[in-house]
């Protein structure tokens, strides 16, 4: 258990041996020189737009490179120095990726990194490509062929779409390791991959399509099943409504009452009663209990209507199809107060709003209240460019010597924690491996209390973005377990999760917990002392 002293570090201060092994930079010996000179490098279908070289401590600003306004990001800080390369590259006649290269430049470890996506977005994860460039990957991050948050782009252009589903990030690991070998004047000595939800599921894409673009793979909380993903986020719209309706359900109730009534059947079955649901798999909850009495008018402090109690049963019960062919698992316990926010209480799902009309129907005027089970039979039965990622032979990646760390937040209020378990088991039943076997390679973690990527109220903070880091020892960071586990062969048993008090350095440490490797799960075995990981055992 690493102490409250390393925890408050900077993130980029004090690395541990790991992550200051450098290699040699080839014939980098002019890093501004070679960095300027890339603007006149020829590479395929590729158009250099401008290169930069950056000193550490820059604020770079990003208004007036790209319209960003959408994904939120202004301006990002680089801890180290760096070569930024931003290019245009084209994937057909009618369409191309934006990509950019974050070269550090004395601080290069030798290792070559790829960054993932969001959502439907076309969002570059600047801070990603920060956090991975700071500790000397040359890093790479692409748009995923448009810009912006939303699928509007998809309208009228397969190859826009096809770029969404893989040919973006792959274009952009085999530009970006060119572009790399041309900046240190020798290749890179490992690839690694990071990314969450659509980076996730961007991730397998590699593992079972790309499996040589990476040595070792960090992918969460992945966005696989897509299609389904998407039919089983339209469901909520048609469940709940709007605030007429009279299955909708407010977020106060969803707080006040679904969500202390799913911990008052459920928190305690890990042997200790502290806000988190371990193993929300475990919990099979019942919301008849919420009901209000015969006879009694509906009372929304205390109970609810059959109406919203039937709704809320079918949020968490897994959703089968016309085929009887399972769409998506249900959701599970303990994500409702985020949950409430983004599906039940919001109207449509943007994304999913924008997969079926822009993608699956073509059409701009689809009614997401009109989303039915056959409309789901009808994304999964199309499922262009293979976008579903669900095949479970990931044996090319393993005859590779490719490694692969999954994890999922157990609070997850978007992607279902439920649906990784699914597929870990597909690839165990398809390769015919057990766990034991799996261990060599493909290794997947469920983290507690961790919302979508980030956030929760658990020790969510494992390193798997820059807002999570706590260390860079390879035991409370899963990017530089991932790290130890290729180039050194130490393979994670446990990874290390923190929560600050109310989420704020400053106030030091409320939990520290070690998430298990499955199939085991975590129990409590001394209850009085639950925050410390010593409290808890794998089983």
């Given at each position: 258990m690493p102490n409250s002293?390393?925890?408050?570090?900077?993130?980029?201060?004090?690395?541990?041996?790991?992550?200051?092994?450098?290699?040699?930079?080839?014939?980098?010996?002019?890093?501004?020189?070679?960095?300027?000179?890339?603007?006149?490098?020829?590479?395929?279908?590729?158009?250099?737009?401008?290169?930069?070289?950056?000193?550490?401590?820059?604020?770079?600003?990003?208004?007036?490179?790209?319209?960003?306004?959408?994904?939120?990001?202004?301006?990002?800080?680089?801890s180290v120095d760096l070569c930024r390369v931003a290019m245009e590259v084209k994937t057909s006649e009618s369409?191309?990726?934006?990509?950019?290269?974050?070269?550090?430049?004395?601080?290069?470890?030798?290792?070559?990194?790829s960054t993932g996506n969001g959502g439907v977005s076309g969002c570059i994860q600047y801070n990603d490509m920060a956090y991975t460039s700071g500790l000397g990957f040359?890093?790479?991050?692409?748009?995923?062929?448009?810009?912006?948050t939303r699928g509007l782009a998809f309208a009228n252009n397969?190859?826009?779409?096809?770029?969404f589903a893989s040919r973006s990030m792959h274009t952009g690991v085999v530009i970006g390791k060119q572009i790399t070998e041309k900046y240190y004047g020798s290749a890179h000595k490992k690839s690694y991959y990071l990314g969450c939800s659509t980076g996730g599921r961007q991730g397998f894409k590699a593992v079972q399509s790309y499996p040589e673009d990476f040595d070792g793979v960090v992918a969460g909380a992945p966005a696989l099943n897509f299609p389904n993903l998407s039919s089983w986020?339209?469901?909520?719209?048609?469940?709940?409504?709007?605030?007429?309706?009279?299955?909708?359900?407010?977020?106060?109730?969803?707080?006040?009452?679904?969500?202390?009534?799913?911990?008052?059947?459920?928190?305690g079955i890990d042997g200790v009663l502290d806000g988190i649901i371990e193993d929300p798999e475990l919990c099979r909850f019942r919301p008849e209990a919420?009901?209000?009495?015969?006879?009694?008018?509906?009372?929304?402090?205390?109970?609810?209507?059959?109406?919203?109690?039937?709704?809320?049963?079918?949020?968490?019960?897994?959703?089968?199809?016309?085929?009887?062919?399972?769409?998506?698992?249900?959701?599970?316990?303990?994500?409702?107060?985020?949950?409430?926010?983004?599906?039940?209480?919001?109207?449509?799902?943007?994304?999913?709003?924008?997969?079926?009309?822009?993608?699956?129907?073509?059409?701009?005027?689809?009614?997401?209240a009109r989303y039915t089970i056959d409309d789901a039979k009808v994304a999964n039965d199309q499922n262009p460019f293979d976008i579903a990622t669900w095949h479970g032979d990931i044996s090319a990646f393993q005859?590779?010597?490719?490694?692969?760390?999954?994890?999922?937040?157990?609070?997850?209020?978007?992607?279902?924690?439920?649906?990784?378990?699914?597929?870990?088991?597909?690839?165990?039943?398809?390769?015919g491996l057990k766990s034991s076997q799996l261990d060599e390679f493909y290794r997947f973690f469920r983290v507690s209390g961790m919302g979508h990527c980030a956030g929760g109220d658990g020790a969510f903070m494992i390193g798997n973005r820059l807002e999570s880091v706590t260390s860079t020892d390879p035991q409370d960071n899963v990017l530089m377990r991932m790290v130890d586990w290729v180039e050194n062969g130490n393979a994670p048993e446990t990874i290390t999760g923190i929560k600050y008090v109310n989420n704020d350095k400053a106030q030091g440490i409320d939990i520290v917990r070690n998430h298990c490797k499955y199939p085991k799960r975590n129990i409590c075995v001394d209850p009085a002392n639950y925050k410390n990981p010593e409290a808890w055992k794998c089983v």
């Open positions: 002293t390393s925890f408050l570090l900077a993130p980029f201060l004090g690395f541990f041996t790991l992550a200051n092994a450098h290699y040699p930079s080839g014939n980098l010996t002019d890093p501004s020189g070679s960095c300027l000179s890339l603007s006149t490098v020829s590479l395929p279908n590729t158009t250099i737009n401008f290169v930069n070289y950056l000193p550490a401590g820059t604020n770079i600003t990003f208004s007036q490179d790209y319209d960003l306004a959408s994904c939120g990001y202004v301006s990002q800080v680089i369409s191309a990726i934006t990509l950019e290269a974050w070269l550090p430049g004395e601080e290069w470890t030798g290792r070559f990194l040359a890093t790479v991050g692409a748009n995923n062929g448009h810009n912006g397969s190859d826009v779409v096809h770029d986020s339209a469901l909520f719209y048609t469940l709940f409504g709007n605030s007429t309706d009279a299955s909708f359900i407010t977020v106060a109730q969803w707080s006040a009452l679904v969500h202390q009534e799913v911990l008052n059947q459920c928190d919420l009901l209000c009495a015969p006879g009694t008018a509906a009372n929304s402090t205390t109970c609810l209507r059959k109406e919203q109690v039937e709704a809320v049963r079918k949020v968490f019960t897994d959703y089968y199809g016309v085929d009887g062919n399972l769409i998506y698992p249900r959701m599970q316990p303990g994500s409702e107060v985020a949950a409430s926010r983004a599906y039940y209480t919001a109207g449509p799902f943007p994304y999913s709003t924008d997969w079926y009309r822009y993608v699956v129907y073509n059409d701009s005027n689809w009614d997401p005859k590779c010597g490719g490694k692969l760390l999954h994890y999922h937040g157990q609070m997850d209020a978007i992607i279902t924690s439920e649906n990784s378990p699914v597929y870990y088991n597909l690839v165990s039943r398809t390769m």
